[in-house]
């Protein structure tokens, strides 16, 4: 049954919401709106898609979506009001009702986004993501299009809601390695904004990992770009395991230092590199706000034109104007402690990088074993497709393997 042909207005689930309309759809399933029978409260709410409710996997990840959401407890992460089965065996998921737009849709229509607003939007992110973590739980596909941008009545502006945990990890569960394993060449994820290990399997994938994507999530952001570009799934890992690390003020040239900085450590290969939380990476953010507001008002301070008239230096030493003088000598100090926190930081990520570039060649071997494994599994698939479409596909099946045997 195709998504297109289902229909589930009017629909009443767990007796006590009726669906209205449809909102979205993929892969999985589809999302639709819904309303509470006796409050009235609009909902969303989420059905997996008939052909996989068969599907053990299908079931599992459905249903850690579901826990892992309602686990997490923070203002920037989609709520989830209940979960269950159908009488119709249909699962299903009643959240939060959300209006909106994606990062992902908000990034296609604008373009690279100025600094101030990718500060506000992947600093909430950041929350939500802390919040996860302190939970045991570990997203694994952070993305600009699960990163929802809605409005707050209590707080003016964008409001980020962390969606889809549909694959996420729950790191507090008993079987949560066995749960989480996958098959040699699977990749569980978006590949632009994953990171290494999660690619190629190299490392146990943990809190780090949403870190790598929070990061390139932020390049994005930042630049209207993808950190590493490539259309094939084996181009995309090997230059995010292997190529140089992007410079976003390189492709933005009006993006600063610091903000160059803080993807390096973001986005380290080495995960001991990255930042240790995602609380750390949201400090870090608001830091560089400071930052960059320092030194606009320095750049204006500069620029302020001369005035060369005598009087001017009898004024300058009025008790008036010290308050003026007193404000330039604090400003002019927290400029100096910010350049130094900053050659702080980037000698810290250079060696960091140094000890990175080790690890990278080992990194990269890993990535053409995934892309050896993922080419041998299309060529299995597209052998076993050849013989089907023979007239008698299973004697000449069973007619190959004796050929080659008399040779």
Same mark, same amino acid.
């Given at each position: 049954?195709?998504?297109?042909?289902?229909?589930?207005?009017?629909?009443?689930?767990?007796?006590?919401?009726?669906?209205?309309?449809?909102?979205?759809?993929?892969?999985?399933?589809?999302?639709?709106?819904?309303?509470?029978?006796?409050?009235?409260?609009?909902?969303?709410?989420?059905?997996?898609?008939?052909?996989?409710?068969?599907?053990?996997?299908?079931?599992?990840?459905?249903?850690?979506?579901?826990?892992?959401?309602?686990?997490?407890?923070?203002?920037?992460?989609?709520?989830?009001?209940?979960?269950?089965?159908?009488?119709?065996?249909?699962?299903?998921?009643?959240?939060?009702?959300?209006?909106?737009?994606?990062?992902?849709?908000?990034?296609?229509?604008?373009?690279?986004?100025?600094?101030?607003?990718?500060?506000?939007?992947?600093?909430?992110?950041?929350?939500?993501?802390?919040?996860?973590?302190?939970?045991?739980?570990?997203?694994?596909?952070?993305?600009?299009?699960?990163?929802?941008?809605?409005?707050?009545?209590?707080?003016?502006?964008?409001?980020?809601?962390?969606?889809?945990?549909?694959?996420?990890?729950?790191?507090?569960?008993?079987?949560?390695?066995?749960?989480?394993?996958?098959?040699?060449?699977?990749?569980?994820?978006?590949?632009?904004?994953?990171?290494?290990?999660?690619?190629?399997?190299?490392?146990?994938?943990?809190?780090?990992?949403?870190?790598?994507?929070?990061?390139?999530?932020?390049?994005?952001?930042?630049?209207?770009?993808?950190?590493?570009?490539?259309?094939?799934?084996?181009?995309?890992?090997?230059?995010?395991?292997?190529?140089?690390?992007?410079?976003?003020?390189?492709?933005?040239?009006?993006?600063?230092?610091?903000?160059?900085?803080?993807? =390096?450590? %973001?986005?380290?290969?080495?995960?001991?590199? #990255?930042?240790?939380?995602? +609380? *750390?990476?949201?400090?870090? $953010? @608001?830091?560089?706000?400071?930052?960059?507001?320092?030194?606009?008002?320095?750049?204006?301070?500069?620029?302020?034109?001369?005035?060369?008239?005598?009087?001017?230096?009898?004024?300058?030493?009025?008790?008036?104007?010290?308050?003026?003088?007193?404000?330039?000598?604090?400003?002019?100090?927290?400029?100096?402690?910010?350049?130094?926190?900053?050659?702080?930081?980037?000698?810290?990520?250079?060696?960091?990088?140094?000890?990175?570039? =080790?690890? %990278?060649?080992?990194?990269?071997?890993?990535? #053409?074993?995934?892309?050896? +494994? *993922?080419?041998?599994?299309? $060529? @299995?698939?597209?052998?076993?497709?050849?013989?089907?479409?023979?007239?008698?596909?299973?004697?000449?099946?069973?007619?190959?393997?004796?050929?080659?045997?008399?040779?």
């Amino acid at each position: 049954m195709d998504l297109a042909t289902l229909n589930y207005s009017g629909k009443i689930v767990a007796g006590r919401y009726r669906v209205e309309r449809l909102l979205g759809q993929g892969g999985m399933g589809s999302v639709w709106a819904g309303r509470h029978l006796t409050l009235h409260q609009l909902v969303a709410v989420k059905f997996i898609h008939p052909r996989l409710a068969s599907s053990a996997e299908a079931l599992r990840r459905f249903d850690t979506e579901a826990k892992a959401a309602a686990r997490v407890k923070s203002r920037h992460a989609v709520a989830v009001y209940d979960h269950g089965v159908s009488e119709q065996g249909e699962p299903y998921i009643v959240m939060e009702y959300l209006e909106g737009e994606s990062l992902e849709q908000r990034l296609r229509e604008r373009g690279a986004l100025p600094l101030s607003e990718v500060i506000s939007l992947i600093g909430q992110a950041a929350r939500a993501l802390a919040a996860a973590h302190e939970q045991g739980i570990v997203h694994r596909d952070l993305k600009p299009d699960n990163i929802f941008l809605t409005k707050d009545r209590e707080e003016p502006g964008q409001v980020v809601k962390l969606v889809d945990f549909g694959i996420a990890k729950l790191l507090t569960e008993p079987n949560a390695d066995v749960a989480s394993t996958t098959q040699a060449g699977m990749v569980l994820g978006t590949p632009h904004y994953m990171s290494p290990e999660a690619l190629t399997a190299s490392a146990p994938v943990g809190p780090a990992a949403d870190i790598w994507s929070l990061g390139a999530c932020a390049f994005a952001a930042a630049c209207g770009r993808v950190p590493f570009e490539g259309d094939a799934i084996g181009d995309v890992v090997l230059k995010v395991c292997a190529a140089p690390l992007p410079v976003p003020s390189r492709v933005v040239s009006s993006l600063p230092r610091a903000f160059d900085q803080w993807f =390096a450590r %973001a986005c380290a290969r080495n995960i001991g590199g #990255r930042f240790a939380t995602a +609380a *750390e990476a949201e400090g870090a $953010l @608001r830091m560089l706000e400071r930052w960059s507001l320092a030194d606009r008002e320095q750049s204006s301070y500069e620029l302020a034109p001369h005035k060369s008239d005598p009087r001017e230096l009898q004024l300058q030493t009025e008790p008036s104007d010290l308050g003026a003088a007193r404000r330039g000598l604090v400003l002019a100090g927290i400029l100096i402690g910010v350049s130094l926190a900053i050659a702080t930081l980037g000698y810290y990520v250079l060696q960091r990088t140094r000890a990175a570039d =080790a690890q %990278a060649a080992s990194v990269a071997a890993s990535a #053409r074993a995934v892309i050896e +494994a *993922e080419n041998q599994r299309k $060529l @299995r698939e597209a052998e076993a497709r050849f013989w089907a479409k023979q007239p008698d596909a299973g004697a000449a099946a069973s007619a190959k393997p004796a050929q080659k045997k008399r040779r």
